[in-house]
């Protein structure tokens, strides 16, 4: 009635030993330097609009305008931790990815205070992110980094949203 099947089946060959597999510690060691790559994208570009507003430059508003050191004051950032904070993260991934440091992006230009409140959130949501799976992994480095930086952007957050109101 049923001609039995001549041909190997799919699911044995997936199984196939020549394929490489991760470990879930690999996975997650891949997932948290993502994360932490991320972050540290962020960082520099509020780096960038630190060191822009910092040396006198003028940012731009959402219209193209420009934006004196006094209008910027509400979104004040300390270039000085941001950059040490971004070599911290730096030494993260590059420990995580074997000894490799990451690719660093070149920031943008623009330093309207609602793209620095926007790119804080952004730098929270990361770190939270990277918390996470560092925590899931057990690594205790990463988890101090992640939940430093937590603490960092969410009282940026709240000192800009008391220099607003």
């Known amino acids: 009635m049923y001609e039995p099947i001549r041909t190997k089946s799919v699911h044995t060959m997936a199984a196939a030993p020549e394929i490489p597999h991760r470990s879930r510690e690999q ?13 540290l994208t962020v960082t520099d570009e509020l780096h960038a609009l630190a060191t822009r507003t910092d040396g006198g430059a ?7 305008a420009a934006l004196d050191g006094a209008a910027l004051d509400g979104a004040a950032l300390d270039g000085a931790a941001l950059a040490a904070a971004a070599e911290r993260i730096a030494e993260q991934v590059a420990r995580l990815s074997g000894g490799h440091y990451p690719l660093r992006a ?12 926007a790119l ?12 996470a799976v560092a925590t899931s992994r057990g ?8 939940a430093e930086r937590m603490e960092a952007h969410t009282a940026a957050l709240r000192d800009r949203d008391l220099a607003t109101a």
């Open 58 to 64: 003028q940012g731009t508003g959402p219209d193209g």
């Open 106 to 117: 070149e920031p943008t230009d623009g330093g309207a205070p609602a793209r620095i409140e």
């Open 139 to 146: 690594d205790s480095a990463a988890m101090a980094l992640a």
């Open 120 to 131: 804080q959130q952004r730098a929270h949501t990361l770190a939270g992110n990277a918390l």
């Open 27 to 39: 996975e997650l060691d891949i997932r948290l330097a993502g994360q932490l790559t991320a972050l």
